[in-house]
């Protein structure tokens, strides 16, 4: 099992900056991808970025250019600097964890931060 807990979600104004960060912890398997997802009302869980332990990234299209991921692979650490921030960033933000061992596929998410951006 892994847990995952978010933080840094909150209010911001157009322009703004925030940072997420999602801690994970348990069985935590060095080889791995950590990531940021969003679900904005009425709409489906989408990909924002992910980060592989080894470095690679995968960023959305509305998050390159204004958005940062990186992580803290000694704390098991993922964060998101978010920037320029828009009205339409405004969503709940879930952190992911999802990893390959010899048992097979593991998938984790965490309980969610919202973030919400006023115009």
């Known amino acids: 099992q892994v847990q995952l807990v978010e933080s840094g979600g909150g209010l911001v104004q157009a322009g703004g900056s925030l940072r997420l960060s999602c801690v994970a912890s348990g069985s935590i398997f060095s080889i791995n991808t950590m990531g940021w997802y969003r679900q904005a009302p009425g709409k489906q869980r989408e990909l924002v970025a992910t980060?592989?332990?080894?470095?690679?990234?995968n960023y959305a299209d509305s998050a390159k250019g204004r958005f940062t991921i990186s992580r803290d692979n000694a704390r098991n650490t993922v964060y998101l600097q978010m920037n320029r921030m828009k009205p339409e960033d405004t969503a709940d933000y879930y952190c992911?964890?999802?990893?390959?061992?010899?048992?097979?596929?593991?998938?984790?998410w965490g309980k969610g931060t919202l973030v919400t951006v006023s115009s």
């Open positions: 980060m592989t332990s080894g470095g690679s990234t």
């Open positions: 992911n964890y999802n990893a390959v061992p010899v048992y097979g596929a593991v998938n984790y």
